[in-house]
């Protein structure tokens, strides 16, 4: 059996179990729990159809894992997996059940939040095919730079993430020490330079993905692209929607909006507040 047709059946069960899933315990967030692993899946799928003997997939493989165990942990690490139900899933998707009627968000849910997001974790895996069609296509220099760069990447949304996970630990400090908070979102290290410098990270490591499939096929014109813009869609809508929260919760949010690059980091354009002491 071909590959694509393993990851397939593969995607369409896993497709299943989330949809059941979130009809059986109220909570919509079951594609959030596995979104860290089925790529990985997937890649190793691939990788394993070639006899783990092509050097360009196995990178692949092993990048990916990395990126999914990193992933895993960090999700892991905030209470995604310490429970499941109402009060327990993502809060956005709690915001939306509350704008929508119960049909409305049960199609949301089927359409959007499974069936879709889940045919993104397939396609943002779809350059190993690529790579699998063209393994004849020996592992060279610009792979080699590739994979300089993924890491790199990996280690910038590692920082990120750890910066994040240091502020809420500092703030829920202050606040159980009822002090007065200087910052109530993080605005410092490396999201002093971007607001979402985790999703440029992020989105950077999967175009790298890509871009090993274009190397192996030699040419950037692969319609495996797709799932990268695909990717780049939901982070975009995810950005606004959860920036429109902030908002709301937050009103010097606006500011820091004025400031400070949405996704790609760069220079503030304007000073940024003192650095928390």
């Given at each position: 059996?071909?590959?694509?047709?393993?990851?397939?059946?593969?995607?369409?069960?896993?497709?299943?179990?989330?949809?059941?899933?979130?009809?059986?315990?109220?909570?919509?967030?079951?594609?959030?729990?596995?979104?860290?692993?089925?790529?990985?899946?997937?890649?190793?799928?691939?990788?394993?159809?070639?006899?783990?003997?092509?050097?360009?997939?196995?990178?692949?493989?092993?990048?990916?894992?990395?990126?999914?165990?990193?992933?895993?942990?960090n999700f892991a690490r905030?209470?995604?997996?310490?429970?499941?139900?109402?009060?327990?899933?993502?809060?956005?998707?709690?915001?939306?059940?509350?704008?929508?009627?119960?049909?409305?968000?049960?199609?949301?849910?089927?359409?959007?939040?499974?069936?879709?997001?889940?045919?993104?974790?397939?396609?943002?895996?779809?350059?190993?095919?690529?790579?699998?069609?063209?393994?004849?296509?020996?592992?060279g220099l610009l792979d080699?730079?590739?994979?300089?760069?993924?890491?790199?990447?990996?280690?910038?949304?590692?920082?990120?993430?750890?910066?994040?996970?240091?502020?809420?630990?500092?703030?829920?400090?202050?606040?159980?020490?009822?002090?007065?908070?200087?910052?109530?979102?993080?605005?410092?290290?490396?999201?002093?330079?971007?607001?979402?410098?985790?999703?440029?990270?992020?989105?950077?490591?999967?175009?790298?993905?890509?871009?090993?499939?274009?190397?192996?096929?030699?040419?950037?014109?692969?319609?495996?692209?797709?799932?990268?813009?695909?990717?780049?869609?939901?982070?975009?809508?995810?950005t606004s929607f959860t920036?429109?929260?902030?908002?709301?919760?937050?009103?010097?949010?606006?500011?820091?909006?004025?400031?400070?690059?949405?996704?790609?980091?760069?220079?503030?354009?304007?000073?940024?507040?003192?650095?928390?002491?």
């Amino acid at each position: 059996m071909s590959p694509l047709l393993v990851v397939l059946f593969v995607a369409i069960a896993v497709s299943a179990c989330c949809w059941v899933a979130s009809l059986v315990t109220k909570d919509a967030s079951w594609v959030d729990r596995i979104w860290s692993v089925t790529p990985v899946v997937y890649v190793w799928i691939v990788a394993i159809a070639a006899g783990l003997a092509d050097a360009r997939l196995d990178v692949m493989a092993v990048l990916i894992t990395l990126w999914g165990a990193r992933l895993t942990y960090n999700f892991a690490r905030k209470g995604g997996y310490s429970g499941y139900g109402p009060g327990v899933e993502d809060y956005r998707w709690a915001v939306l059940r509350g704008r929508m009627s119960p049909p409305q968000f049960q199609l949301f849910n089927l359409f959007f939040i499974v069936l879709f997001q889940n045919a993104v974790l397939v396609l943002i895996a779809s350059p190993a095919l690529a790579a699998f069609e063209h393994h004849t296509t020996p592992f060279g220099l610009l792979d080699a730079v590739l994979t300089v760069l993924f890491l790199a990447f990996l280690l910038g949304e590692t920082v990120a993430d750890q910066q994040q996970w240091a502020f809420h630990a500092w703030k829920s400090r202050e606040t159980a020490a009822g002090r007065d908070l200087s910052l109530r979102f993080a605005q410092t290290g490396l999201w002093r330079l971007s607001r979402h410098p985790n999703f440029f990270f992020e989105n950077a490591q999967w175009w790298v993905v890509f871009a090993f499939g274009a190397v192996a096929t030699g040419s950037v014109l692969q319609w495996t692209v797709v799932g990268i813009v695909l990717l780049l869609a939901v982070f975009l809508g995810s950005t606004s929607f959860t920036e429109s929260i902030s908002r709301s919760k937050y009103p010097e949010y606006a500011e820091y909006q004025a400031r400070t690059s949405a996704i790609i980091p760069w220079f503030p354009r304007r000073p940024a507040p003192p650095v928390l002491g």
